[in-house]
């Protein structure tokens, strides 16, 4: 049976959510924390799940309306600061991935803060994609790499990434099909689980259910049976 270590959500559907109840969309972006403590808390439960790698903000979401950027900063930076203790109750370590440079010198204060909090923690790792894009964390590792002397390897490669660990299961959330740039090299062999369903409606029994169809799958890596 397949073990799901490492699930990575992109978590999308939040401002549908929202527009679909007549609220505004940061309300679907409220909502959508909310679950994202949920689904957290039940991972850092589960014997078997040791990372869950959530997209909360890609490099291109900077080109949505200014005050949802903003609200968005502002979520997080609560999010993070008011869940500290429950990372702590959870024994959940918090590692961000992303070009976090690009955010305000006080998000970048926050997030080193939780991190630095929990480092010691060694139940279920809990990383938010922060600005993150896979081709700019590829180019980032590619610009590292490219003084080294001899050949890269795929593992020097991977160990150079951001997220230097293998996908098993990646959901999306919120009906489109499609990578938007998450975890380009981590994914590679990855079950893919597509839902319907908006984020802020996202529970732990359809994370269940999930895990349960990829329990079953057949996974081969390119090889045979
Ligand atoms: C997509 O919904 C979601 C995001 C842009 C970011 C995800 C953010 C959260 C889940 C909330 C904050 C997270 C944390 C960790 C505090 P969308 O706005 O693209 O939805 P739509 O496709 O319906 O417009």
Redesign the pocket.
Known sequence: MNQAKHIAII???????AEAQGKK?IK??EA??KV?KEITTYCSNSQDIERLT????STE?WKRPRLEVEF?MK??DN?LKNELEVYLENNVRFEPIGDIRAFSKSLQKTIAMVQKETSHCDGLIQS?ALNYGAQDEMIRAINTLKNQEGDITPEMFSNTLDCKHDVDLLIRT?GDKRLSNFLLWQAAYAELFFTNT??PDFSTKELEKIIKKFNKVERRFGGLK
């Open positions: 978590m999308d559907g939040n401002g549908r959510w969309r679907g972006h959508g924390a994202v959530l997209y909360a903000f979401n968005l979520l997080l999010y938010l919120g908006l984020w």
